[in-house]
């Protein structure tokens, strides 16, 4: 059973007119390797899947069909509230925190 990855890798290859032997090239690897991650044998390290990314011109979530999903530390009004807060007033705010 392919993974969403492994779809999606295939697509976003494909939405770029590659083909598995180029993508293999720019990442120094076989087609061989390609054609596992699209049949869903193998997937690549994370250092390979950020590599896939840039190649593709795609986001990792993008890559491992993540796209729109609501981070749950996003839905935390003090993170919410934090994160508009200037960078000078972060500083502050981590540095008491740590101090507990």
């Known amino acids: 059973m392919k993974t ?15 083909t598995q032997k180029a ?9 061989t390797a390609i054609a596992n991650y699209e ?3 193998n997937e690549p ?6 590599c896939l990314a840039d190649i593709l011109g795609v986001s990792t979530d ?3 069909g993540r796209e729109g999903v609501k981070y749950k530390a996003m839905t935390n ?5 934090f ?3 200037e960078p000078k007033i972060q500083k502050i705010v981590t540095e008491l925190i740590f101090l507990l």
């Open 45 to 50: 390290s994370l250092s390979d899947l950020c």
């Open 23 to 31: 993508l293999a090239k720019e990442l120094h690897y076989s087609h």
């Open 83 to 85: 994160l508009q807060l």
């Open 39 to 41: 049949s869903g044998r």
């Open 77 to 81: 009004p003090f993170l919410e509230r």
């Open 4 to 18: 969403i990855f492994a779809q999606n890798l295939r697509k976003y290859r494909k939405i770029c007119g590659m």
């Open 62 to 64: 993008a890559l491992l």
